[in-house]
């Protein structure tokens, strides 16, 4: 069964450094999603990117955070310039966007410790 | 966005059928109601997906009344590994962001 997978598992920065996080959503699906979760929070959205480009984003997504879908398979979240309050569990999300059914497939996630 | 109310918290034991209701009182009529599951460090992931009456498929049933303002999923002879926190969530539209509140916390004991 395909699935949307993501790398590093666990990744840890300074505070004040770059992070870029990668998944790699199930192939054929259209609509791309980045969510955290900070620890006993509940998942927050983040940034939805259909057809190249972010189609929504939330108030948390500001200007230290930016999505890419460099190639046909590859979706990255890069944070600029980490703060201590960007330590979550970070997870990728992939669905077909049509039919019935709105089902997103989430990712095993990153978890982001920001020292 | 229609707002959703579910208990945060509810106990079970292994072999009994659950129940979890939710609320959203404000459900538009282009809204889905859906409900995914979480475990510790893992993802959410989709449980079932229903507009109105019932649904069901081999994890779960969905109920869902007329006026659609609850809906209720149901998990038939639940196990220890269901032991997990259950999501109700409003969908307006395929594609669209997925809006997640606290959930159920669902323990089942042996």
Same mark, same amino acid.
């Given at each position: 069964e395909?699935e949307?997978?993501?790398?590093?598992?666990?990744?840890?920065?300074?505070? +004040?450094?770059?992070v870029?996080?990668?998944?790699?959503p199930?192939s054929?699906?259209?609509?791309f999603y980045?969510y955290r &979760?900070?620890?006993?929070q509940k998942?927050e959205?983040?940034? /939805?990117?259909?057809?190249?480009?972010?189609s #929504?984003k939330?108030?948390i997504?500001d200007?230290q955070f930016s999505?890419?879908r460099p190639? +046909?398979s590859?979706?990255?979240? $890069?944070?600029? /310039?980490t703060?201590? #309050? %960007?330590s979550?569990?970070?997870?990728?999300?992939?669905?077909?966007?049509?039919?019935?059914i709105? =089902? &997103?497939?989430?990712?095993?996630?990153t978890?982001?410790?920001?020292? | 966005?229609a $707002?959703?109310?579910?208990?945060?918290?509810m %106990?079970?034991? =292994?072999?009994q =059928?659950?129940?979890?209701?939710?609320?959203?009182n404000?459900?538009?009529t282009?809204?889905?109601?859906?409900?995914?599951?979480?475990?510790?460090? &893992?993802g959410p992931?989709?449980?079932?997906?229903?507009?109105?009456t $019932? @649904?069901?498929? =081999?994890?779960?049933?969905?109920f869902?009344?007329a %006026?659609?303002?609850?809906s209720?999923?149901?998990?038939?002879?639940v196990?220890?590994?269901?032991?997990? @926190?259950?999501?109700?969530?409003?969908?307006?539209?395929?594609?669209?962001?997925?809006?997640? +509140?606290g959930?159920t916390?669902?323990?089942?004991k042996?």
């Amino acid at each position: 069964e395909p699935e949307v997978t993501q790398t590093p598992s666990h990744q840890v920065t300074q505070m +004040g450094q770059e992070v870029i996080l990668r998944c790699v959503p199930i192939s054929n699906h259209l609509y791309f999603y980045w969510y955290r &979760q900070i620890l006993g929070q509940k998942v927050e959205f983040l940034v /939805s990117f259909y057809n190249n480009e972010i189609s #929504e984003k939330s108030e948390i997504f500001d200007d230290q955070f930016s999505v890419e879908r460099p190639d +046909g398979s590859n979706f990255t979240l $890069k944070i600029r /310039s980490t703060k201590l #309050e %960007d330590s979550a569990m970070y997870f990728c999300a992939s669905g077909r966007g049509s039919g019935a059914i709105n =089902e &997103q497939f989430f990712g095993p996630g990153t978890r982001l410790t920001v020292l | 966005l229609a $707002k959703t109310t579910q208990p945060i918290s509810m %106990d079970s034991y =292994e072999g009994q =059928e659950v129940n979890i209701t939710c609320s959203h009182n404000n459900i538009a009529t282009n809204d889905y109601i859906t409900w995914y599951q979480q475990f510790p460090s &893992q993802g959410p992931r989709f449980i079932i997906q229903g507009y109105k009456t $019932k @649904v069901t498929n =081999e994890v779960a049933s969905l109920f869902i009344p007329a %006026d659609r303002k609850s809906s209720t999923l149901s998990l038939p002879r639940v196990s220890l590994s269901d032991t997990a @926190v259950y999501y109700c969530l409003v969908v307006f539209n395929a594609g669209n962001m997925l809006t997640f +509140g606290g959930g159920t916390r669902l323990m089942v004991k042996p």
